[in-house]
């Protein structure tokens, strides 16, 4: 059975770092393009990164550019998510999501609270 596990979320203050991770298990991890999207209380789901299977990751909000960057680790199948220079903004519960062609999973998320 297919299976994405977050963690590595948490409290942190404003200007502060986090490394959430997102383990695969039940699928060949190395074959998926990877993606980490948060939601925020009261707004819509948001794309923060992606990364293909075989390329560099790409941080794809504007508002995470230069502060966020995700990589993998195909023999760890694991996805991370580097979150530097925190703001307030950024609090959310974020999820990975694999996919690919029609096969996609989702992850059962992990909260990232910006707070001082």
């Known amino acids: 059975q297919a299976k994405l596990v977050e963690s590595g979320g948490g409290l942190v203050q404003p200007g502060g770092s986090l490394r959430p991770s997102c383990t695969a298990s039940?699928?060949?991890?190395?074959?998926?393009?990877m993606k980490w999207y948060r939601q925020a209380p009261g707004k819509e789901r948001e794309l923060v990164a992606t990364i293909p299977d075989d390329g560099p990751g790409t941080a794809s909000a504007d508002s995470v550019k230069g502060r966020f960057s995700i990589s993998r680790d195909n023999a760890k199948s694991t996805v991370y998510l580097q979150m530097n220079n925190l703001k307030a903004e950024d609090t959310a519960e974020y999820s990975c999501?694999?996919?690919?062609?029609?096969?996609?999973?989702w992850g059962q998320g992990t909260q990232v609270t910006v707070s001082s």
């Open positions: 039940g699928f060949v991890f190395s074959f998926y393009t």
């Open positions: 999501y694999a996919q690919r062609w029609g096969d996609f999973y």
